[in-house]
């Protein structure tokens, strides 16, 4: 199986990385990160030059970039965990939030659709995933129970959030609109 993992130079996403190659030894690996202030490259260094992994050090917003790494690749697995994060960040610059957190998760989508439908047999591939890694952020703030549960209206109250529950629902739509098997974390 092979698995992407966008920004999985992050702390998350290389966490996650570790845990995929102590249990899954054999899938390959492929990191998508663009290294930014959230993602370091050295804490991969343990998975670096292994069989079986890739760095590769894409914008998932650059469409070609992104279709080339489908074509090499063939992914089975999508984890998205890129993301421009952080509320005070977004407040001073919500543009770079909309363009990656959406536009970087459209894209994905779309290359994901485009590698995995057979739109003559109008039928998916057996096994294609695509997970979306969100935060419970998109549900604003905590109501006097304490807790938010999958019922639990969104109500995102800054840019970062609003980014997060768009790209969310067009995760949603993916899946409503052309059958796409996903998955969203919260």
Not at 43 to 66: H, K, M, S, W, Y
Not at 89 to 113: C, D, H, Y
Not at 128 to 150: I, N, W
Request: glycine fraction near 6%.
């Amino acid at each position: 199986m092979t698995r992407f993992v966008t920004g999985g130079a992050g702390f998350i996403g290389a966490n996650y990385l570790f845990y995929l190659r102590a249990h899954y030894p054999d899938d390959r690996l492929v990191c998508i990160d663009k290294l930014t202030y959230a993602g370091n490259l050295s804490t991969l260094a343990p998975l670096l030059g292994q069989p079986n992994f890739r760095f590769a050090r894409v914008d998932i917003c650059d469409r070609e970039a992104v279709y080339g790494l489908f074509e090499d690749e063939r992914p089975d697995v999508v984890v998205n965990f890129a993301a421009e994060s952080h509320v005070d960040r977004s407040i001073k610059n919500p543009e770079i939030f909309v363009q990656s957190n959406v536009m970087g998760t459209v894209n994905l989508l779309q290359r994901a659709k485009e590698a995995w439908y057979d739109a003559d047999a109008k039928t998916w591939k057996e096994g294609k995933k695509y997970l979306q890694v969100s935060t419970d952020e998109v549900y604003g703030a905590l109501g006097a129970d304490g807790f938010f549960m999958e019922t639990t209206p969104l109500c995102p109250h800054s840019p970062y959030s609003s980014s997060k529950a768009s790209a969310d629902m067009f995760v949603m739509a993916f899946h409503d609109t052309y059958g796409m098997t996903v998955t969203i974390t919260r």
